[in-house]
């Protein structure tokens, strides 16, 4: 079973999100749906299939949050940082430049602000590696190399 790292704040938010679509949007899709059904003929109504379509998305939606949830692991800070897991924020060495990453689960990714995915080609390739290491990463340019400089 697949699992979805996220910290603590990603998932309230999720379950946040959950809450106002089942509680809110639900009732006004009901309530859309009912307003188009007085205009009659459904099979030439637009506002009623557009509604539909709307209504179907928001349950894919629900759906998918739901899953997600159930399989969602909370990222917890690690006391010992001798090798990168996720959670861990590592400064590495490309050539001459210094990067900053922290590795987060799909769900979480940003990066601009240097949160990458546990499941990308760079994220996976830190991942058990230690202060010192070599760390080699196979991207579409060709092969990349970084040295681990720091874990916390």
């Not at 938010?13 to 679509?21: A, K, M, V, W």
């Not at 739901?66 to 050539?95: F, P, Q, Y």
């Not at 210094?98 to 949160?115: F, H, M, N, R």
């Amino acid at each position: 079973m697949p699992k979805y790292y996220l910290t603590k704040e990603r998932l309230e938010e999720l379950r946040g999100e959950l809450n106002d679509l089942k509680d809110k949007k639900r009732l006004e899709i009901a309530e859309k749906l009912k307003h188009a059904k007085e205009y009659g003929d459904l099979s030439e109504n637009s506002e009623y299939a557009q509604t539909r379509e709307e209504q179907s998305v928001v349950e894919a939606r629900i759906f998918e949050l739901e899953e997600l949830l159930k399989k969602a692991v909370i990222i917890k800070k690690s006391e010992r940082s001798d090798k990168v897991e996720v959670g861990s924020t590592i400064t590495a060495k490309n050539g001459g430049k210094i990067v900053c990453y922290t590795i987060v689960g799909a769900y979480e990714t940003k990066p601009e602000e240097g949160k990458i995915s546990d499941q990308s080609p760079l994220g996976q390739s830190f991942l058990g590696h230690q202060v010192g290491d070599s760390v080699v990463v196979n991207a579409p340019s060709g092969q990349v190399v970084y040295q681990l400089m720091k874990i916390e």
